[in-house]
């Protein structure tokens, strides 16, 4: 069992509290049940019983100043062999930022969140790792510059935590994932060490291993990355989405075949059902009532945007579909980074990530909806086109987060999985609940060969163990690729025999009669 493995402890050690709290400051140190309890999940809450499986309440929080603090906290963790978890916003679903076995937990977003620098001459900007997309991509327009892509959940994700996961986003499609927008890193490896993973003004090729590529989608495995320089593109003159209309989501086919085809580049193009804005409209938004939308953004100069959406015009007319009004595409975009607003009627939601090959289409998206039939799921599909060929479908269904019955639902993802293996694709991510994934993603090779360069970087694993290169349980015992497999399909099996509750309309009537009430208290209902 790994040093990390052996040192859980039940409650922070006097001896280590008091070293971190000499190191960073005794008030950027919280070992009180209720602050650890914040941290014990991520945008997926989880039922208590998960505590039997994994140590995800973290025995103490931290939160660094700057990354000498980092680099402080790393050195005691190596010491102490002590395990770490990384965290940014916590916007993603699948364990990544959550504890295994326990350890110290470092809040990123917390203080390390400062944009450094805008360098407009340069065309790149220097930024602390727990900095928000959204405050980054508005201090570079206020100086006319543009951040290619970012995260759907811009708003509160951080730069960090996006690069850790290696995500695909809006803008994506043009400028690629966080990966090829970046510059350099400062990373805090896990002996404590700091390396620059790239160079801040120039491109890093011929410079031996790629140490950017290497942390990028690492999931906070092999280093702590603390400040980031990314590339940067001027900004364009115009900015422009355009919403389209069709009876159903399989019509989008061959559209999109048609568009992604073009010598054109958009700088966005996604999709949602029309049970996505059903359930918006239940929860009391404004959404339109349609089969289903695609929206493709436009960007750069007039005559630019005006030849590229009279290309996307001619094809989706021809396509069977109809362009709705500026007054659509500007809401949709608006709404861009909102796609989960129903959970406001009280329920949590959890999105399915894979990718696909663009043929399959149709194809996929018809046996999707046939899933969450089968599973008797209450959910829509939501998606973008993450390049020319490739699709990335995020179905996402409602349940009761309070319930360990609900916890069955996580048997659609693994199906939604092998529908995406069936069509030259893959699930999107690892974390801790998917970490059985990786040898059936990058084969047995592969696989051993990454978590050799694991071993080699992290020979005591306190980097987010328990994450990305194997499932194991708080107790160290790993769960092979086949075990998690059968115990997904028990949990499939057990979906489909449970009566079906439509859980959602019950949740939204009593939404919409709070909310009633409490616009009009005179009137109740």
């Given amino acids: 069992m790994a040093a990390a493995e052996e040192k859980q402890i039940a409650e922070a050690p006097g001896s280590l509290v008091k070293k971190l709290e000499a190191a960073i400051g005794k ?116 100086k006319g510059m543009l951040l290619g892509s970012y995260p759907s959940s811009f708003p509160s994700a951080t730069i960090g935590g996006w690069l850790a996961k290696d995500g695909v986003g809006i803008g994506s499609y043009k400028y690629g994932g966080p990966g090829n927008n970046l510059r350099n890193m400062k990373v805090v490896m896990p002996d404590g060490s700091l390396i ?147 959970r406001e009627v009280g329920l949590s939601s959890i999105p399915g990530e894979v990718v696909t090959r663009l043929k399959d289409f149709a194809d996929v998206t018809s046996k999707c909806y046939s899933l969450m039939n089968e599973y008797k799921m209450e959910g829509a599909i939501i998606g973008i086109m993450c390049d020319r060929n490739t699709v990335m479908f995020m179905p996402y269904f409602f349940f009761d987060p309070d319930s360990l019955i609900s916890m069955t639902c996580y048997a659609f993802n693994k199906k939604l999985s092998d529908l995406s293996f069936e069509h030259g694709g893959r699930p999107l991510g690892f974390g801790a609940f998917f970490a059985g994934n990786l040898q059936i993603i990058r084969g047995k090779d592969a696989a051993k060969q990454m978590k050799a360069i694991k071993k080699a970087l992290d020979e005591k694993e306190i980097m987010n163990p328990g994450k990305l290169l194997g499932m194991k349980t708080r107790y160290g015992i790993g769960i092979s690729s086949g075990l998690f497999e059968f115990g997904m399909d028990a949990m499939g099996v057990g979906k489909k025999l449970l009566p079906r509750h439509d859980q959602f309309d019950e949740k939204a009537e009593v939404y919409e009669a709070e909310r009633h009430n409490n616009e009009h208290p005179d009137h109740k209902v």
């Fill in 196 to 342: 620059d993973t790239g160079f801040d003004h120039v491109a890093d090729n011929s410079a031996g291993y790629n140490l950017n590529a290497l942390m990028v989608g690492a999931e906070g495995t092999l280093g702590i990355i603390c400040e980031v320089t990314v590339k940067l593109q001027p900004a364009p003159e115009i900015l422009k989405n355009n919403s389209y209309s069709f009876d159903r989501l399989e019509a989008l086919q061959q559209p999109l075949w048609e568009i992604c085809r073009a010598r054109i580049s958009p700088l966005h193009i996604s999709f949602s059902d029309g049970k996505h804005f059903e359930y918006l409209r239940k929860s009391g938004r404004h959404a339109p009532e349609v089969g289903t939308i695609l929206n493709v953004t436009f960007e750069g100069s007039k005559e630019e945007v005006a030849r590229e959406e009279g290309i996307v015009d001619a094809i989706v007319i021809k396509g069977g579909g109809k362009k709705m009004g500026d007054e659509v595409g500007k809401h949709e975009w608006d709404e861009r980074c909102y796609e989960f607003r129903s």
């Fill in 27 to 142: 008030e950027n140190v919280k070992t009180s049940k209720m602050e650890r309890l914040l941290y014990s999940h991520d945008l997926a809450p989880l039922p208590k019983e998960t505590q039997l499986a994994f140590k995800n309440i973290p025995d103490v929080v931290v939160r660094p100043k700057n990354t000498a603090d980092v680099q402080k906290i790393v050195q005691i963790a190596y010491e102490e062999g002590i395990p770490i978890t990384p965290r940014g916003a916590s916007s993603w679903g699948l364990g990544g930022s959550m504890p295994i076995f326990g350890g110290i937990l470092i809040d990123m977003a917390g203080k390390m969140n400062k944009i450094l620098n805008v360098d407009v001459d340069n065309l790149c900007a220097t930024v602390e790792a727990g900095a928000e997309y959204k405050k980054i991509y508005e201090a570079c327009l206020e």
